[in-house]
């Protein structure tokens, strides 16, 4: 094998390499705008519950769904329509507002292959291991698995493309 033709070869390699390391970067970005989409509807929804009964709303939920009030699961969910007042829900509103614009910042700029958005979503994904460690510790389940593995999957990606940055 000549010179020119190994060269060749290997270029190729690189870049097949390089479209898979974007198409990568590309399924997280549009995960991530996924997330920041979803946030901004939870938090239309939170706005719809401003200045309603939300106790009023849980139990008719829960009575709609034939459940037990007295039953665990129902009585969490009346506890926290009590909890709740409409300072909480303006509280959780500006709380889903932030986090929105966080992960939609994050997908344009890893569409974009900016650097910068690699940093913060190895860093904001990596903030959620411990307590997702934490979670299969106490309740050990599949999807807590699954989403555990996931998350590590691209925190590893995001971290492994920060560090071949830096020493490129």
Same mark, same amino acid.
């Given at each position: ?9 290997? #270029? ?15 399924? @997280?970005? %549009?995960? =991530? /705008? ?50 709740? #007042? ?15 614009? @966080?992960? %939609?910042? =994050? /997908? ?61």
């Amino acid at each position: 094998m000549n010179v020119r033709h190994k060269n060749s070869f290997m #270029n190729s390699r690189q870049a097949a390499a390089n479209q898979k390391t974007r198409r990568a970067r590309r399924v @997280i970005a %549009l995960f =991530e /705008a996924f997330k920041g989409i979803v946030s901004i509807a939870a938090g239309i929804g939170l706005l719809s519950l401003v200045h309603q009964d939300i106790r009023h709303i849980a139990a008719q939920l829960i009575s709609h769904m034939g459940m037990s009030p007295g039953a665990h699961y129902p009585s969490i969910l009346l506890h926290y329509a009590d909890v709740v #007042n409409d300072t909480g829900l303006q509280l959780l509103l500006v709380l889903a507002v932030f986090y929105s614009a @966080i992960r %939609l910042i =994050e /997908a344009y700029g890893l569409w974009n292959e900016h650097e910068w958005a690699e940093w913060m979503g190895a860093l904001s994904g990596a903030i959620y291991i411990p307590f997702e460690i934490e979670h299969i510790v106490h309740l050990a389940s599949f999807t807590g698995i699954a989403v555990f593995l996931g998350n590590l999957s691209v925190v590893g990606f995001l971290a492994n493309q920060v560090w071949r940055r830096r020493n490129r």
